[in-house]
C-alpha cells in the first residue's frame, strides 16, 4: 500500500487515483475513511469489497463545501443550511431526503442520503482538487474498530486498496454524529462529539432512533469490536473482581486513575473529548498487547459521555456475560 503524506505530489497522486475510480484511505477530523469517486457506481462498488461490508449498508458522501448540499440532497430544509452554518466543516452528517440521481450502491437504495463536510486540511486539499464529492466509509474491515492513524490502516487493510493518505492522528477519535433530518421527527441515529444539547437552538432531536428509522450498521450490537473478548465494568465492578483473577492475561483501559492490580493498562482521560480522542487508539494498543480479554472500566452514564458509551457498549459486552 502506497503511504502518501503531505507534499504537493502525494496529494496529486491520491486525487489521480480516486479520478482513475481508486479508493485511497483519506483522514477526516473523526476517524479514517476509506474514499471512492461518488459519482462512479464502479469506484463505490469497490468500498464494499474492500470493506466487507454488506452492499445494502449506506455510506456518507464527503461534500467540498456547503453548496454542494443542493446538488446531493432533493430538498434541504432550511434547518439543514442552518445545521450547515453552524458545524461544517464538522463532525457532523445529515440525512436528507435523496436527490434523483443518487446511486442505490450509495444511499443503499433508501429514499435518503446522508451528506457531511468533513474537517482536515489534507482531505479538504483532495476535495479542492476533485472538485466533486467522496463517498467514505470507516476505513476499516466491516465491523472491526474504526481507525484513527494511518498505520491502523497500513496493518489492517494491507492488500485491501492501494493507498492511505496519512494526515496524522484524527482531532476527534470517534465517528461524526448522524441526525435524520427526513422525517417529521428529527432523531440522532449515531451520537457523536455534536450533541443533542448542541443541537438544541436549531432543532429537538430525540435521543434514540425511532423505531422505522433508517439502516445504521454502527447500530448492529456487534460493531467496532477489537478481536479479543472485551468486557465492561460499571461502576464499582471492578472492585468485585475475585483476589485471584489473571492480570497477567488481561489489558485493561481504566478510566481516570490507574489500577493498583493491572498488569498492562492504560489510564484513559477523565473528560469525553480527550478519552474519545485516544479511545479506538487505545482498543487497538490493548488487543495487540498480548492480552486473552480486554477489560474497560466504564466513564458515568451522563449525557456528555453519551457518544464514549455507544462505542464502547458496542465493542464489549457487559461483564455479567464473563465466562471464564
Ligand atoms: O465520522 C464519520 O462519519 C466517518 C468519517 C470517515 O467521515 N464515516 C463513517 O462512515 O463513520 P460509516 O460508513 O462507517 O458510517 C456511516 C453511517 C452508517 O452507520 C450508515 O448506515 C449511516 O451512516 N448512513 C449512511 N447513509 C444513511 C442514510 N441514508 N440513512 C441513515 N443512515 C445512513
Ligand atoms: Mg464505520
Known amino acids: 500500500m502506497l503511504h502518501l503524506t503531505d507534499t504537493r505530489a502525494d496529494i496529486a497522486q491520491a486525487v489521480a487515483l480516486l479520478r482513475a475510480g481508486e479508493l485511497v484511505a483519506i483522514p477526516t477530523e473523526t476517524v479514517y475513511g476509506l474514499a471512492a469517486l461518488?459519482?462512479?457506481?464502479?469506484?463505490?462498488?469497490?468500498?464494499?469489497?474492500a470493506k466487507g461490508r454488506p452492499a445494502d449498508h449506506p455510506l456518507i458522501v464527503h461534500l467540498p463545501s456547503k453548496s454542494h448540499l443542493a446538488h446531493w440532497a432533493a430538498q434541504v430544509p432550511d434547518v439543514a443550511w442552518q445545521l450547515a452554518d453552524a458545524f461544517?466543516?464538522?463532525?457532523?452528517?445529515?440525512?436528507?431526503?435523496?436527490?434523483?440521481?443518487?446511486?442505490?450502491?450509495?444511499?443503499?437504495?433508501?429514499?435518503?442520503?446522508?451528506?457531511?463536510?468533513?474537517?482536515h486540511p489534507l482531505l479538504q486539499a483532495v476535495l479542492d482538487e476533485l472538485g466533486e464529492a467522496l463517498v467514505a466509509p470507516s476505513a476499516n474491515p466491516f465491523g472491526r474498530i474504526s481507525p484513527t492513524s494511518a498505520p491502523h490502516?497500513?496493518?489492517?487493510m494491507a492488500g485491501r486498496i492501494p493507498a492511505v493518505l496519512d494526515?496524522?492522528?484524527?482531532?476527534?477519535?470517534?465517528?461524526?454524529?448522524?441526525?435524520?433530518?427526513?422525517?417529521?421527527?428529527?432523531?440522532?441515529?449515531?451520537?457523536?462529539?455534536?450533541?443533542?444539547?448542541?443541537?438544541?437552538?436549531?432543532?429537538?432531536?430525540?435521543?434514540?432512533?425511532?423505531?422505522?428509522?433508517?439502516?445504521?450498521?454502527?447500530?448492529?450490537?456487534?460493531?467496532?469490536?477489537?478481536?479479543?473478548?472485551?468486557?465492561?465494568?460499571?461502576?464499582?465492578e471492578l472492585a468485585t473482581l475475585p483476589s485471584d483473577w489473571d492480570w497477567n492475561h488481561t489489558a485493561l483501559l481504566?478510566?481516570?486513575?490507574?489500577?493498583?492490580?493491572?498488569?498492562?493498562?492504560?489510564?484513559?482521560?477523565?473528560?469525553?473529548?480527550?478519552?474519545?480522542q485516544t479511545l479506538y487508539a487505545t482498543l487497538h494498543e490493548a488487543d495487540q498487547s498480548g492480552c486473552e480479554l480486554i477489560l474497560v472500566e466504564m466513564p458515568p452514564d451522563t449525557p456528555d459521555w453519551a457518544a464514549v458509551r455507544d462505542r464502547l457498549g458496542r465493542a464489549s459486552v457487559g461483564f455479567a456475560q464473563y465466562t471464564a
Open 38 to 49: 461518488a459519482s462512479k457506481p464502479d469506484a463505490v462498488a469497490k468500498v464494499f469489497a
Open 88 to 119: 461544517w466543516p464538522g463532525p457532523l452528517t445529515m440525512v436528507l431526503p435523496a436527490a434523483t440521481h443518487v446511486s442505490p450502491l450509495v444511499n443503499g437504495g433508501q429514499a435518503t442520503v446522508a451528506v457531511r463536510w468533513a474537517d
Open 153 to 156: 490502516i497500513l496493518e489492517h
Open 167 to 236: 494526515g496524522g492522528a484524527c482531532r476527534i477519535g470517534i465517528e461524526s454524529t448522524i441526525v435524520d433530518l427526513s422525517s417529521p421527527t428529527p432523531a440522532i441515529l449515531r451520537p457523536g462529539q455534536v450533541s443533542a444539547d448542541a443541537l438544541a437552538p436549531w432543532l429537538s432531536v430525540a435521543a434514540h432512533a425511532p423505531a422505522n428509522a433508517p439502516r445504521v450498521p454502527g447500530a448492529l450490537a456487534a460493531h467496532y469490536a477489537p478481536r479479543h473478548r472485551c468486557y465492561r465494568l460499571e461502576a464499582g
Open 254 to 276: 481504566a478510566f481516570g486513575r490507574p489500577h493498583a492490580a493491572a498488569g498492562w493498562q492504560r489510564v484513559l482521560p477523565a473528560d469525553p473529548a480527550g478519552y474519545a
